[in-house]
């Protein structure tokens, strides 16, 4: 079974090394700004969604919900340092290119940390699209607000060249030592000024831990949960509620797939099932269940990766630390 682990929620702009030129990606969506044209284009029936403003969850079922590996994401706090250190980097960084440069707001709705965790689960969402995600219906998730458009030296500074043929460097030393393609007769940074910023801040190195690893961990985990005895019981349960609603699914991940949906993920037939998904959830607890059940999973994780994640801690603490004179 696939998760839906809330991404854009999870994934810190400073998470990778983003070393990466254009094109490049962790394995979640890159929520730094991007030029006009560049941004992803936004999923069909997401139209509406557009000029209305983001769809808020008022009635999730999995709101309230913690889980072990909660205590290592970084905090919205945090994260807000880490971005505006960064900011900083950029434009002073843009400023030795003779390149003006203000940054994207970051205007995408906080939706929660495991908004879908399990599938849908906000009724009053279900009932007005279907399975269509939040993180889809939100406009400001595929088109940053940058207040202009950037100028094709002002792409170059900030992302260097996209058709340099290299191996992308992995710490600022390293960087540091490579030639970048020429602005005005001066070469920028080859990873361009954003890259250059987030090494800056993170300062990788061979023992470097990246933040994406939570991630890594949390799919373990949830790897592990989906072989647990305990889960087969619970989605059956939950497949037995929607079948008396003659809805033939045997899990919610894969739910609008399952019914034949195809891409009407949001259409009248597609409401329905997911009113009637997020009903059966409730009648059969399965957020709390299968929380419960990751939960001792995680927990796993977390002890047989200890030294990892001390390492990691400490990491974060000299990222801040570095982060903070930044400012």
């Known amino acids: 079974m696939t998760r839906s682990l ?14 990466s030129g254009p094109g490049q990606s962790t394995t979640q969506p890159d929520p ?16 509406s969604a557009t000029a209305a403003g983001a769809v808020l969850p008022t009635a999730s079922l999995t709101a309230e919900l913690t889980l072990p590996l909660d205590a290592f994401h970084i905090s919205a706090e945090d994260q807000q340092l880490l971005e505006e250190a960064r900011d900083a980097l950029i434009t002073a960084c843009m400023a030795r290119y003779g390149q003006e440069y203000t940054p994207a707001e970051n205007r995408a709705a906080d939706l929660g940390t495991h908004l879908y965790l399990y599938g849908v689960d906000d009724a009053g969402i279900a009932a007005e ?13 595929y088109a940053p607000a940058f207040p202009h458009d950037l ?20 710490t600022l030393e390293e960087a540091q030592r490579m030639t970048g393609p020429d602005l005005g007769g001066v070469p920028v940074p ?12 993170n300062r990788p190195d061979g023992d470097w831990v990246d933040p994406t690893v939570i991630m890594q961990l949390a799919d373990e985990a949830a790897h592990l949960a989906d072989e647990d005895p305990r889960l087969g019981t619970l989605l059956a349960e939950w497949s037995a509620c929607m079948a008396e609603q003659d809805l033939a699914t045997d899990t919610p991940l894969e739910a609008a797939a399952q019914l034949g949906l195809g891409g009407d993920v949001s259409g009248p037939a597609a409401r329905e099932a ?21 939960a001792v999973h995680q927990e796993a994780v977390i002890a047989e990766h200890a030294d990892m994640l001390a390492d990691y801690r400490e990491q974060h603490e000299e990222r801040m630390a570095r982060a903070r004179d930044v400012r």
């Open 6 to 19: 809330a991404a854009l929620a999870l994934v810190p702009v400073l998470a990778a090394t983003a070393c």
């Open 32 to 47: 730094a700004p991007a030029a006009d044209g560049d941004a992803p284009s936004e999923p069909e029936g997401a139209e």
């Open 129 to 141: 699209h279907g399975y269509m995600h939040p993180v889809d219906l939100d406009p400001a998730t």
């Open 151 to 170: 100028t094709a030296d002002q792409e170059l500074a900030l992302h260097g060249d996209p058709g340099l043929d290299l191996d992308h460097p992995e």
């Open 190 to 201: 080859v990873t361009g000024c954003h890259g250059e910023a987030t090494l800056t801040v």
């Open 274 to 294: 997911a009113v009637a998904d997020v009903a059966c959830k409730e009648r059969t607890d399965l957020v709390p269940r299968w929380a419960e059940i990751d």
